[in-house]
């Protein structure tokens, strides 16, 4: 653990930030009286049970989908 003053901590934060996303622990002192303290997180799981693809074969899209129901649209915008 290293101990930074506020003023150094102020005027270095983004690096201080790198150090403890590199696992170090940094210490944030007030007038020489420890106040704050920059901890590396835990890395976050990744949820694989969402993913890409899982509904492939489950259905069929349509050939005309981009331009189904165009005319009942076009009707509903122009007011014929």
Do not use: C, Q
């Not at 303290?37 to 694989?48: N, Y």
Request: overall charge positive; hydrophobic content about 40%.
């Amino acid at each position: 653990m290293t101990t930074f003053n506020m003023h150094e901590a102020k005027t270095h934060l983004s690096r201080l930030v790198e150090r403890a996303a590199s696992g170090e622990t940094v210490i944030i002192a007030k007038a020489g009286k420890p106040i704050a303290k920059i901890v590396p997180l835990e890395p976050t799981k990744v949820d694989t049970s969402r993913r890409l693809g899982f509904l492939k074969g489950k259905f069929k899209v349509p050939d005309d989908f981009d331009t189904m129901m165009a005319d009942e649209i076009a009707e509903m915008f122009n007011g014929k």
